[in-house]
């Protein structure tokens, strides 16, 4: 039965004990004891006497070597850490399930999408890709989204990202993308950044990354938080059903709430105030019961399909637009319990793209095909040993039978006499040519050759296609990003030869880089295989903005209250964002709290310099006409004001507070958004005002970046 997560401050931390009594190899547990609390012990479960003072050789000498606890402690320890993954090495992760909607037997025979309504287990690590483990959230970066479903005919792993392209077109190139990305060798830095010489010096040589560009470029590359992401499995894979016939398939994660992300200006601000906010966000989600949740959709197609689409299927650089070709949803993903330890799950999983059930299989896409040799190969690395399945969140949730054995670790371990087949013993596993795993029996041949393919050749028209489908907002922080970044790159040809591509995706756009980047002459248009398509027509789908929320549910708002703040308004906004499935944190020049306009006292939840605004999706204003005399004099409260305005965000204010968005700078440019409370009436219909997220017509006056 799944354990049930405790609030975090009344868990209880682990002990030894607990494990002794969980895992004990069933032997009489015996606890040593001293009334209730369990002995401390060794490792090897001696009884320890101090743990305070290592053995030495009188009061001031040196430490003796007998002293076996001390080096076991030290021992231990020095060998905690695991080498971080090589790529997406920051990445938090939690328990769920999979629910079927409807049984996709005409496409799949994978057991895992026959029978409606049914549930299966499942693990999911969310992750960026160039930092390292202990960098923070918010890089401009992709998003990794690796789920694990523990089938019952093995685990399927769809390792996923929140780009449903990649920088490359052939696994071979990947050592290359990510040595560019990464610090640079001789100085150790940028740290989680693509914003340096190396990473556009490598992009702006090749094109196929273009359309990727305009990705991570876009606000997707900076989201609000992993539940208001997309995931994408980005390949085609294939679906291949009893009779053995197979239908290509793309996979897409949509989140239930909406799609959300925030400014740069704000990402930059957030790293600093919470490193760690979208892992903060995900956590606080689960423990307070608002369970994030997305649809698993499917592109599904044949191979006609495949020869008449304007692109090559295999081409990981291409999307097949919805509006080509809807998506259809076949199921839910539900997150509902955080691992009980971090390294044990979301540090330990394995997530391997070969990991596939009966029903489901690869395409030739040449990045899927690489990557079926790397995420093995990776584990061994990191793990250290080929039992990583042993670990319990690898191990499969259906029985398992094997003659695999022995290795470093080995925790399950065959009985008998029987470790190979055939045998005469009459004993153990056998193959199943029916029930196992077929692979679809495509049809390959042509000489053996190192080329990429003509389908491969249009690096552009796809790029352009994004970058038509965005709304003028999302186009303005693609034009941001580009000329932030290429700003940090010291070596003006870099400079121009990115621009050159731009110019070949759209031409306002190249233009407009340039131009921000101070080029003093605009570059030829760089060459392309072929012509750039002008004919596509834009795909709303592509736009986040197009695909926000309805409602406030699932977001955050910030309230700025001092003492005599208004006690019966304060009680119908927090009521209200209750109502609304929305979380709110009071914010108060002492964390301790204040005293409210009847009286009672109230508890902040961060101090003022602690809880900038951009830590939140909307603010209010609340303090009384005598405590914001002393408010407006501190930077962090106008910060708070100006940076709120400045990112578009809905400010809800009372008369109080007009001094503040005075000194803030931003009284004569109120508008739609900045909305006063004559009273606690209000409350419920600002937040039904808060589902829009940001005032996008602000946005051109305060020039949001
Ligand atoms: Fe990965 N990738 N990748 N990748 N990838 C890894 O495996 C690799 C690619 C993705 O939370 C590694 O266990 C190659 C595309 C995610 O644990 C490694 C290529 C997509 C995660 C690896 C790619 C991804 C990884 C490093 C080019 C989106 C994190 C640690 C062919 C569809 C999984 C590990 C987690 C991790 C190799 C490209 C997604 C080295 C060779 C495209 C989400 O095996």
Not at 53 to 70: C, K, Q, V, W
Not at 108 to 118: H, K, L, N, S, Y
Not at 278 to 299: T, Y
Request: hydrophobic share 40%; glycine share 8%.
């Amino acid at each position: 039965m799944a354990k049930k997560n405790s609030a975090p401050n009344n868990s209880k931390p682990a002990t030894v004990h607990d494990q002794k009594a969980t895992r004990g190899n069933g032997g009489e547990l015996h606890q040593i004891a001293e009334g209730d609390t369990p002995v401390l012990t060794t490792a090897q479960g001696g009884p320890v006497a101090d743990d305070q003072n290592s053995l030495r050789a009188g009061e001031r000498g040196p430490t003796l070597i007998e002293d076996f606890h001390f080096r076991e402690k030290i021992f231990h320890f020095d060998h905690e850490r695991i080498p971080e993954r090589v790529v997406h090495a920051r990445g938090y992760g939690a328990h769920g399930f999979f629910e079927t909607y409807e049984s996709l037997a005409a496409y799949t025979r994978a057991d895992v999408f026959q029978r409606p309504g049914e549930r299966t287990p499942a693990f999911v690590r969310f992750s960026t890709v160039a930092g390292s483990k202990g960098s923070f959230d918010l890089a401009r970066d992709v998003r990794g989204f690796a789920v694990k479903i523990y089938t019952k005919e093995g685990n399927w792993d769809l390792v996923g990202n929140n780009i449903p392209v990649f920088f490359i077109q052939d696994a071979i190139k990947f050592p290359d993308v990510i040595h560019s990305v990464k610090p640079e060798p001789d100085r150790e830095f940028p740290q989680a950044q693509s914003a340096h010489d190396n990473f556009w010096d490598f992009i702006s040589l090749t094109p196929e990354s273009m359309h990727m560009i305009m990705w991570v470029m876009s606000d997707r590359a900076i989201p609000r938080s992993f539940r208001f992401m997309e995931g994408f499995g980005v390949h085609s894979f294939r679906f291949v059903n009893a009779k053995d016939e197979s239908t290509f398939v793309k996979f897409h994660w949509k989140p239930k709430l909406g799609l959300q992300s925030v400014a740069w200006n704000e990402a930059v601000k957030i790293n600093g105030a919470d490193p760690d906010f979208h892992r903060r966000d995900l956590w606080q989600a689960i423990q307070s019961g608002n369970f994030p949740e997305w649809d698993l959709h499917v592109q599904l197609f044949d191979q006609d399909f495949a020869d008449k689409f304007d692109f090559d299927i295999l081409d990981p650089t291409k999307i097949i637009p919805e509006e080509v070709l809807p998506t259809k949803p076949v199921g839910r993903l539900v997150l509902d319990r955080m691992p009980d330890n971090f390294f044990a799950d979301t540090e330990q999983v394995a997530f391997m793209t070969q990991n596939v059930p009966p029903g489901i299989d690869f395409s030739d896409d040449p990045l899927l095909q690489g990557r079926n040799f790397s995420y093995l190969d990776t584990q061994l690395k990191r793990l250290g040993s080929p039992n990583f399945t042993h670990l319990p969140i690898n191990a499969p949730k259906c029985p398992f039978q094997h003659f695999q054995q022995d290795g470093h670790m080995a925790m399950r371990n065959p009985v008998g006499r029987v470790n190979y087949q055939p045998n005469s013993w009459g004993e153990g596993p056998r193959e199943s040519p029916t029930k196992g795993f077929r692979h679809f029996a495509s049809q390959e041949q042509g000489p053996k050759v190192r080329i990429r393919a003509e389908s491969f050749a249009d690096h552009y028209s796809q790029a352009r296609l994004f970058f038509i489908s965005q709304t003028p907002p999302e186009q303005r922080h693609i034009a941001d990003a580009l000329t932030f970044e290429l700003s940090k790159v010291q070596t003006p040809v870099i400079r121009e030869r990115m621009v050159a591509h731009l110019l070949n995706i759209d031409e306002t756009l190249g233009k407009k880089v340039g131009h921000a980047l101070g080029l003093q002459t605009m570059p030829k248009p760089a060459e392309a295989a072929v012509p750039t398509r002008q004919d596509l027509d834009p795909s709303p789908a592509l736009s986040i903005i197009e695909r926000g929320p309805k409602r406030f549910e699932g977001r955050k708002l910030g309230i700025l209250a001092t003492d005599g703040a208004d006690a019966a308004l304060l009680d119908a906004i927090t009521a209200a964002v209750t109502q609304e499935k929305a979380a709110f944190e009071i914010i108060a020049p002492k964390v301790g709290g204040f005293t409210a306009s009847d009286g009672k006292w109230i508890e902040a939840h961060q101090m003022l310099d602690g809880g900038p605004s951009v830590l939140y999706d909307a603010v209010v204003l609340l303090p009384s006409a005598e405590a914001v005399t002393d408010l407006i004099d501190v930077a962090t409260a106008r910060d708070f004001v100006a940076d709120a305005f400045a990112h578009c965000k809905y400010i809800g204010y009372v008369a109080a507070a007009v001094p503040l968005l005075e000194r803030a700078g931003i009284a004569d440019s109120l508008d739609e958004g900045t909305i006063e409370f004559t009273d606690a009436g209000g409350a419920a219909a600002f937040l039904k005002e808060l589902g829009k997220l940001r005032v996008w017509a602000r946005e051109p006056s305060v020039k949001l970046r």
